[in-house]
């Protein structure tokens, strides 16, 4: 039986309010990274999820070491009770955060290194038309 949950955890990084939200599917972790301007309201998370879900960009996804016996269930709740109170973002979440962002710059990097060969390509093109024209009528 495959185990899916997910969780949203919003906090002040300065200047923005910053949700991270995880989404653990078997033994794989997800997580994407939410900017919001000012706090928001708990309607308003709940609404932006609903509607930009499908928006979202995930990191890519990162073993994790899967639980193999049921825990007991005051265990479980003392647990969910500790990642309440607890403030931040857990280590895996930074890993596969940072995974994501490695991946972008790569992306960009590539990207902006095409644009940077069709500029030169296309001021090539320019001078040699150019030569062309000058020597046209003589």
Not at 84 to 109: D, I, R, Y
């Amino acid at each position: 039986m495959v185990t899916i949950s997910s969780s949203l955890t919003v906090f002040f990084e300065e200047p923005f309010w910053v949700g991270v939200y995880e989404r653990q599917s078997g033994n794989r972790l997800e997580v994407c990274k939410i900017t919001f301007g000012a706090e928001p309201k708990d309607y308003e998370v709940y609404d932006f999820l609903l509607r930009n879900d499908h928006r979202l960009r995930f990191s890519p996804p990162v073993a994790q070491t899967a639980q193999s016996r049921k825990q007991n269930p005051k265990r479980m709740q003392r647990a969910i009770k500790k990642q309440l109170q607890s403030q931040g973002v857990g280590t895996k979440a930074q890993q596969a955060l940072k995974a994501q962002h490695e991946q972008q710059k790569v992306l960009h990097k590539s990207r902006s290194r095409e644009e940077k060969e069709r500029q030169k390509l296309e001021r090539f093109e320019q001078k040699q038309l150019k030569k062309k024209e000058k020597h046209r009528g003589h």
